[in-house]
DNA sequence: ATCCGTTATCGTATTTATACGATAATATCG
DNA sequence: CGATATTATCGTATAAATACGATAACGGAT
């Protein structure tokens, strides 16, 4: 391909890295399911997630490496919880661009 | 791959919807080009965007796919705006979820 | 009706994402 | 130390995404 991803602004890209990394269901899940149980759940997400194990750890690898979450793996029992700085960034950036686009009327009509 | 998507709770299915559509810089350029200029702009949007205009026109087409965009193809000159209901799910979809996430203490320190 | 400019689609190539079984690694417990 | 449980990684297969050139389709202008 090519990931000519880096041609545009930063701003931009970041919404786009952090959407990414939601864009997927057991992603989304597995932040919501973070926050939810504040307590850092470990191998309890396998359970959660309708997903085979080495499956799960790659979502929450690619979610670690979009700065949503933190992990301690410790052997036996690792541990996930949210990262709460890069989440906060996420949902800033996030915000920030809808607050963007809404602060401008979206004309229904267009092209008459 | 089986795309198992479909064993995770609806809300969040859409978030993950939403967030993919807007997984890609281009399409959050787009989108923000959009809205920036409220009357809809056509083919400009290929000359915004650094991408060959085959690749634009596939990113359009995933916008409208995601109810972002509506877009008039009238031959010549295509129309495209923003979708300002669908929009409008989205963002809420979205900052439902942030807020969801956010209504919960983000323990940092997890798992001492 | 023909040409022109614009846009969508097709064909294709490459990369990335997704998924799972199997295996390795690692800390804890007996 | 050995057994066990948990998790990450590896290998692999498949699907989806990304990208572009080429071509078709389409309305408007000549």
Redesign the pocket.
């Known amino acids: 391909?090519?990931?000519?991803?880096s041609n545009f602004e930063a701003d931009l890209q970041d919404v786009a890295t952090f959407a990414?990394a939601l864009?997927?269901p057991?992603?989304a899940a597995i932040v919501q399911h973070l926050a939810q149980n504040e307590s850092c759940i470990?191998?309890?997400i396998?359970d959660v997630i309708p997903?085979?194990?080495?499956?799960?750890?790659?979502?929450?690898?690619?979610l670690k490496e979009a700065g949503l979450v933190k992990?301690e793996?410790?052997?036996?029992?690792?541990?996930?919880c949210l990262d709460a700085a890069g989440f906060a960034r996420f949902a800033a950036t996030m915000r920030d661009f809808l607050d963007g686009v809404e602060a401008h009327p979206i004309g229904d009509q267009c092209c008459p």
């Open positions: 391909m090519l990931a000519k991803t990414k864009g997927h057991a992603r470990c191998g309890e396998v997903l085979a194990q080495a499956t799960v750890s790659r979502h929450l690898k690619t992990g793996i410790d052997g036996p029992r690792s541990c996930y």
